[in-house]
Every structure is written in structure tokens, then in C-alpha cells.
């Protein structure tokens, strides 16, 4: 069983930037990040994989830069030019898979391993 744990969430102003990071217990090929604002479904942001093959939900190109660190096993999501709406809790997932369909990578049921989340709240 993996084990992942989030931390760097926090409030900020819009146009603030914030980097969350996540540590895997062990290695995992394929690795991103979701969040889930209230009353909405939870929606991919970034993910990652072994390859450093990167992929970006829309909304935030140019804005979010997914990246890793193999050797400490910790996934990383710099987080710039924030607004309002990217207020959500955010997640860490991870599989130890991977696949060279990259749009999959931003799919909830690829991922076996999750963590408990980070809120990140952007004030208007």
C-alpha cells in the first residue's frame, strides 16, 4: 500500500503563488494532482510520469508546473498567477503504472493511491 502525504496548502491572494508537494512511501510511476472545489466533481490538474512526460488540465496551463523528485520519492505543484476559482482541496494521486495514452493521466480511475488532500484557498 502506498502512502501519500500532501503539505505546502494555505490561503493566498489572487495573483499569489503556492507549491504543494507530496511524498510517496515508496515509487510510483505515474503520479498527479486533483482538486475538488465545493459542489463540484473532483477534476484532474497535472500529472506526471516516470518519463517526465507532463500533461495539464486546460484551465491551468501556463499557470501550474507539475515536476518530481525520483529520489525523495516527492511530487511537487508550483502554483502561480492563482485565482479565485482554483480555490479546492487538492489531492495527490499515484499508480504504479503507466500508459502512452497521456489523457488518462488526468483520470481519477487510473490511480490506485491517494492521499487526504490540502486545502488551498485564492481570496478575490
Known amino acids: 500500500q502506498v502512502q501519500l502525504v500532501e503539505s505546502g496548502g494555505g490561503s493566498v491572494q489572487s495573483g499569489g503563488s503556492l507549491t504543494l508537494s507530496c511524498t510517496a512511501s515508496?515509487?510510483?510511476?505515474?503520479m498527479g494532482w486533483f482538486r475538488q472545489a465545493p459542489g463540484k466533481e473532483r477534476e484532474g490538474v497535472a500529472a506526471?510520469?516516470?518519463?517526465?512526460?507532463?500533461t495539464y488540465a486546460d484551465s491551468v496551463k501556463g499557470r501550474f508546473t507539475i515536476s518530481r523528485d525520483a529520489a525523495k520519492n516527492t511530487l511537487y505543484l508550483q502554483m502561480s498567477s492563482l485565482k479565485p476559482e482554483d480555490t479546492a482541496i487538492y489531492y495527490c494521486?499515484?499508480?504504479?503504472?503507466?500508459?502512452?495514452?497521456?489523457?488518462?493521466?488526468?483520470?481519477?480511475?487510473?490511480?490506485?493511491?491517494w492521499g487526504q488532500g490540502t486545502q488551498v484557498t485564492v481570496a478575490s
Open positions: 515508496e515509487y510510483t510511476f505515474s
Open positions: 494521486a499515484a499508480d504504479k503504472g503507466g500508459t502512452t495514452q497521456r489523457r488518462l493521466l488526468l483520470r481519477e480511475a487510473f490511480y490506485m493511491y
Open positions: 506526471i510520469d516516470d518519463s517526465v512526460t507532463t
